[in-house]
């Protein structure tokens, strides 16, 4: 049934194909910046210029900023990645219309639902959801089990609003946060491991170029199930596929691929 599901969805679904385009409010002097802001001190001289916007006032796209310092927390060294995460949320949660993230982290889930449902911006919530799970992540577990219901919201409306928003990041980011789920069993509704994996294969579906979705059906779904073969396949794909479109993350897929690559015989055993 779900196969059926996804090949329908699929079909009657706009493409995703597309690339890192910048979002319309970026100066065109930030342009250069931002086909290059793999290298962090482009991307953090990219930032600044958004920020200087900020603060003299003018208006300036806070999902764009969501979304800069969480690429931020890609590049820096693991003891700076939380105050990016944190920096991201709280920009996120603006964009959405709250005071920043202290605000935004203590709604309930209702109240945040309520929120979602007065956006139309996937973006703003994308960002915002991934910075603030991994945030999550480094809380102790009974935190972060009472907001895991809010993340999930969050991701079912980027799905709603836009399912193929860079290049399927919903899908992918919701059969993840699944995938997760699954190892709690009943805890979370009995999610079983097949329900991540009808995500993540729909949003390789929405865009097979946009390599961070194949590495997180290899890491999120292959690696649980115990399918090393498929885990090899997707991590060599990943390093055999051109950057394309999408330089900044498809960079990022290819040093992970290699990354898990090196450690399959660990991660198997």
């Not at 290298?39 to 806070?62: C, F, N, P, T």
């Not at 889930?109 to 139309?120: C, D, F, K, P």
């Not at 079983?192 to 194949?214: G, M, Q, R, S, V």
Request: negative net charge; aromatic residues 12%.
């Amino acid at each position: 049934m779900k196969s059926t599901t996804l090949i329908l969805i699929t079909l009657f679904a706009p493409t995703a194909l597309g690339a890192e385009l910048p979002r319309a409010g970026l100066p065109p002097e930030a342009l250069p910046l931002w086909e290059s802001r793999w290298e962090r001190d482009k991307l953090d001289e990219l930032i600044a210029l958004v920020e200087r916007d900020l603060e003299a006032g003018r208006s300036a796209d806070l999902a764009l900023l969501a979304q800069l310092w969480y690429e931020r927390s890609v590049l820096v060294p693991d003891a700076e990645a939380e105050a990016c995460h944190r920096r991201a949320a709280d920009y996120g949660f603006r964009a959405l219309g709250l005071p920043g993230f202290e605000a935004g982290s203590r709604l309930s889930e209702g109240e945040l639902r309520e929120v979602l449902s007065r956006t139309t911006d996937p973006a703003a919530i994308l960002w915002t959801a991934h910075s603030w799970g991994l945030i999550l992540g480094r809380m102790n577990p009974f935190t972060a089990f009472l907001s895991l219901g809010k993340i999930r919201a969050m991701y079912e409306r980027v799905i709603e609003l836009d399912p193929g928003y860079w290049g399927g990041s919903g899908p992918q980011a919701y059969g993840a946060l699944l995938a997760n789920l699954s190892d709690y069993g009943i805890l979370f509704g009995g999610v079983k491991l097949a329900d991540a994996k009808f995500y993540l294969e729909w949003a390789i579906l929405l865009d097979p170029t946009y390599l961070e979705n194949h590495l997180a059906l290899a890491w999120e779904y292959a690696r649980r199930a115990k399918d090393r073969k498929l885990f090899e396949e997707l991590l060599r794909h990943i390093l055999d596929a051109p950057l394309g479109d999408w330089p900044f993350w498809n960079r990022r897929a290819k040093a992970k691929a290699a990354e898990y690559l090196a450690q399959v015989d660990r991660l198997f055993k």
